[in-house]
């Protein structure tokens, strides 16, 4: 069975530049989580799908991060005029989000941003 | 808000070792716990969780951790480590209910297993 999938693996940009990163969720699963891994941290929240409410973007770190998502499958993750300190990992989740359970979440390979 | 600490960046073994990883957490409602293990070159996958219920968790290969309110703890343990446990441990919170998703990580810690 497919698990979630990212493009491109690796991505090297350079300052200024838009980049669009994308994700596909594990078929069937309702939420879709986007996080951010810097260099010698941990994971950072950017931002939540969850079924057809508004997404939780409280995570994003400036305006010139943004996410869409087609219904319950495709994710992409824009940002605009890169800078040198949005070079990180960036990793996507989905989750069945079973009502009233406790779902886990599944991740991807990540997408390996460096913005020169 | 949450916080999540792991307490050691790196931490060394030898096989056949107790293996004990350390998280702290602070939380403003009662959280769900969660520790993720990374395999070189592989994404991030479960390990075990805490959402309610017993506070001694048992996970896949082996693991275990027990949350502790008293000492907003969930350290994680390995009576015997193996080589092939070798990997990044990241603990995490997440408030439950409908932020359920939105996890709250700690840094990680690097686990190396000697021969």
């Known amino acids: 069975g497919a698990g979630v999938s990212q493009s491109p693996s690796n991505k090297v940009t350079e300052k200024g530049k838009d980049v669009e990163l994308r994700c596909d969720p594990i078929?069937?699963?309702?939420?879709l989580y986007w996080y951010r891994q810097r260099l010698g941290q941990g994971l950072e929240f950017l931002i939540y799908f969850q079924g057809n409410s508004a997404p939780d973007k409280s995570g994003l770190p400036s305006d010139r991060f943004s996410a869409e998502r087609t219904g319950e499958s495709v994710s992409t993750l824009t940002i605009q005029r890169t800078q040198q300190e949005d070079s990180a990992v960036y990793l996507c989740?989905?989750?069945?989000?079973?009502?009233?359970?406790?779902?886990?979440?599944?991740f991807g390979p990540g997408t390996r941003l460096t913005v020169l | 808000a949450q916080s999540v600490t792991q307490l050691g960046s790196h931490v060394s073994v030898s096989e056949g070792a107790l293996v004990l990883l350390r998280c702290n957490y602070s939380s403003s409602v009662p959280p769900y716990l969660f520790w993720y293990v990374q395999y070189p070159n592989q994404g991030l996958q479960l390990l075990l969780k805490y959402t309610t219920g017993a506070t001694l968790v048992k996970g896949i290969n082996g693991f275990e951790a027990e949350f502790k309110k008293s000492e907003t703890s969930f350290h994680l343990t390995k009576p015997s480590a193996h080589m092939s446990d070798a990997a990044e441990y990241f603990c995490a919170v997440s408030p439950g209910g409908t932020s359920y998703g939105k996890l709250t990580f700690g840094q990680g810690t690097i686990l190396t297993v000697h021969p």
């Open positions: 989740a989905s989750s069945p989000l079973r009502t009233g359970g406790t779902d886990t979440q599944y």
């Open positions: 078929s069937g699963h309702t939420a």
